[in-house]
């Protein structure tokens, strides 16, 4: 049912005249003129039916039903600023929901985060794991971290990483490696493998203009994490992506053999309502993610590309 109430430009042009008791300084607190407070005054007691100014020689005072009136209202604006600006203080100094990937998470960010938490503990974090594109009007999140080819549209994006992929061994398996002039060889060796890409080891020997020797794997797996602990622990050879191969290769426990690094056209993205662009706490989290995107390492040389 529609409500019944008064235009609230009229109301707001009454609740700063009797605030002041005068027209003129309600019209420099609202931004009008007096001549348009005294009409949206004048619309207002139409609308209501009772005189709510005494008009005299060019002053104004309440009524006894125009006090009793404001009286009311300003209760009620009082109120509308307070939970207006709860809100707003929510919004911007409490928490930031971010929707990524569960393996993003749990192979990288989170031993970044106790970093982040140090530098601001004013901003709690929230996540919800995903592996599916964001979706703004199905959840209730503020950023999310979006891999694909290219930026979502309608939203603001920001460039994280580039994605490639490489072979990785543990430094004891690399030691007994074949060259890359006989990279066919890697066939003898038991293969460790991610389904979430199926075609990750068929891409990395086709590189080497190599079909692709065998579809069987010692581990098979939608979890990129168990594939490469398990490439550390000896139990194969993987293939290795950023950012989920960062610990292993910064502790040593995997190394990266061959100098063949493949571009797979597809990016790291950080998403958010163009709504919350300026939002501090986004901005804090975006620089300081981009920071710690930017220690990853990198191919000492351009990647190759996956031929279209």
Known sequence: MRRNLPPFSALKAFEAAAKHDSFKAAAEDVSLSPSAISHQIRSLEDYLGFQLFIRDKGFVRLSERGREYYNHIQGIFDSLEQTTQDFRIHLNKTKIVINLFHSFLSSW??????????????????????????????????????????????????????DYMTMVASPEMAASL??????????????????????????????FD????????????????????????NMGIAIGRQPFMENHLQNGTLVMPYDKYIDTGYKYFLTYPKSLEQNENIKHFEGWLLNECQKLTMPPRAPESIPS
């Open 178 to 207: 074949p060259s890359q002039d006989d990279i066919f060889d890697l066939e003898q060796l038991p293969l460790l493998h991610c389904t979430c890409e199926t075609k990750e080891w068929e891409i990395w020997f086709n590189s």
């Open 109 to 162: 960010l989170y031993e970044k985060l106790p970093d982040f938490q140090k530098q601001h503990p004013e901003i709690e974090l929230s996540f919800i794991s995903s592996d599916n594109p964001p979706e703004y009007d199905k959840f209730e999140f503020d950023i999310a971290i979006y891999f694909g080819k290219r930026p979502l549209s309608g939203v603001k994006s920001v460039h994280l990483l580039d």
């Open 210 to 233: 190599q079909p692709c020797p065998k579809q069987e794997y010692q581990l098979n797996t939608n979890d990129r994490s168990m594939v490469l602990n398990g490439a550390a622990q």
